[in-house]
């Protein structure tokens, strides 16, 4: 995901560096799990994570986690374009990336058979896997990041993938192939990847829409597997890394920007089924995640506010009221990395969800619970 944003690649090299070491201090030091704001309660929901990334409440009623994974170890050099130095090679594996559900704050498997892989040790390994799920009807589908011969996994691309009740996996759309037939208006050569960073999805009326960050568009893909461009971001805004997706109406997309962060440089995009945009919301820094409410009371994620590179104790939760007004919701989270608002009106957040070493079965990475007074 970080390496969405990297220009130059010298600042993406320290910036991992930093998250790195950062990552390891704060498990060391055990900080808080946020700052409670307005009147907000945070408690930890569920552990066990390697890489969490975006997370949804299923058909049945639980919560369901996309994770990164533990990185890959399989190279393709010789064999196709690879991402250039110091972010690439990539390396990769064809399994690990995971999606996990929870049930009664306890971490289960659904599939561990999706793709992950791991950038260069030189910039700390940023890994990539699944990135974010979504149901059409009670089928579950996984937007893979992890994937794609650039990524060291040659045989098993970026894209959607159909996941059934017994964990099997079957690719329904292949985005990197599509991304390379049809390139946007303005990739940033610097920081280009050829098979993309997939970041976010969301299932409306029977499509799923995936945002990609590093190429700069917003795509639907239909459960044949058809895929077609809504809109090209790049061609209008340039390489602003979008990110976060919501549906409430029209999509609403986030993005994250580039290194090194400039706080208040990010913003919320209102983007039209025909593929209008219009910006929104103003003023936001590193969002990652996205969410509306009952009472349609948007909720935007930012990673990091106040610091030039991805800082643990930095993210962030605002609510954003008429007019464009933002009220911190809760704030001093570790390295958050996706949202979703629960049935039961609380808001779930993915942390640690980046920088901090994987381990098997049982990762580093939580989500967090956060209730909301109204």
């Known amino acids: 995901m970080l390496n969405s944003h990297r220009i130059p690649r010298s600042l993406l090299s320290t910036a991992i560096a930093t998250v790195s070491m950062l990552a390891a201090g704060s498990a060391a030091s055990a900080a808080p799990l946020a700052k409670h704001s307005g009147g ?42 690879q991402v250039v130095p ?35 040790e030189i910039i700390g390994g940023d890994v990539e896997g699944v990135a974010d799920i979504d149901w059409i009807g009670n089928t579950l589908y996984a937007l893979v990041a992890g994937g794609g011969c650039s990524h060291g996994v040659a045989n098993h691309p970026n894209g959607i993938y159909r996941v059934s009740a017994n964990g099997s996996t079957t690719l ?4 990197g192939a599509f991304q390379q037939a049809h390139p946007v208006a303005h990739p940033e050569p610097g920081d280009f990847e050829p098979d993309g960073t997939w970041y976010s999805m969301v299932s409306v009326r029977g499509a799923l829409y995936a945002v990609e960050p590093n190429h700069g568009e917003l795509d639907k893909i239909t459960p044949d597997g058809h895929i077609t461009r809504v809109v090209d971001i790049s061609a209008s805004q340039g390489h602003i890394v979008p990110t976060a ?10 993005n994250l920007n580039t290194f090194p962060i400039q706080t208040g440089s990010s913003k919320i995009l209102k983007i039209t089924p025909s593929g209008q945009i ?9 969002v990652l995640g996205v969410a509306f409410d009952k009472r349609a009371r948007m909720y935007v994620l930012e990673m990091t506010v106040g610091a030039p590179f991805p800082t643990p104790g930095k993210g962030q939760i605002v609510r954003v009221t008429g007019f464009g007004k933002k009220e911190v919701i809760a704030d001093g989270l570790v390295l958050p990395t996706g949202l ?11 942390a640690k969800g980046l920088g901090f070493p994987p381990s098997l079965p049982e990762g580093p990475g939580e989500v967090l619970r956060i209730t909301v007074p109204d």
């Open 245 to 254: 997706i919501a549906q409430h109406g029209v999509f609403y997309v986030g």
């Open 172 to 175: 329904v759309a292949d985005l």
């Open 86 to 120: 110091p972010v690439g090679p990539y390396k990769g594996s064809a399994t690990g990336g995971r999606i996990s559900k929870v049930v009664n704050g306890v971490r289960t498997t659904v599939t561990d058979q999706l793709p992950t892989s791991s950038a260069s």
């Open 278 to 286: 219009d910006t929104v919301v103003w003023d936001l820094t590193t």
């Open 340 to 350: 979703t608002i629960g049935p039961d009106g609380a808001l779930y957040v993915s």
């Open 40 to 81: 907000a309660s945070v408690s930890v929901y569920a552990t066990g994570f390697n890489n969490p990334r975006q997370l949804k409440f299923g058909p049945d009623g639980n919560l369901y986690v996309a994770e990164g994974g533990p990185g890959g170890t399989g190279s393709t050099v010789g064999q196709c374009t």
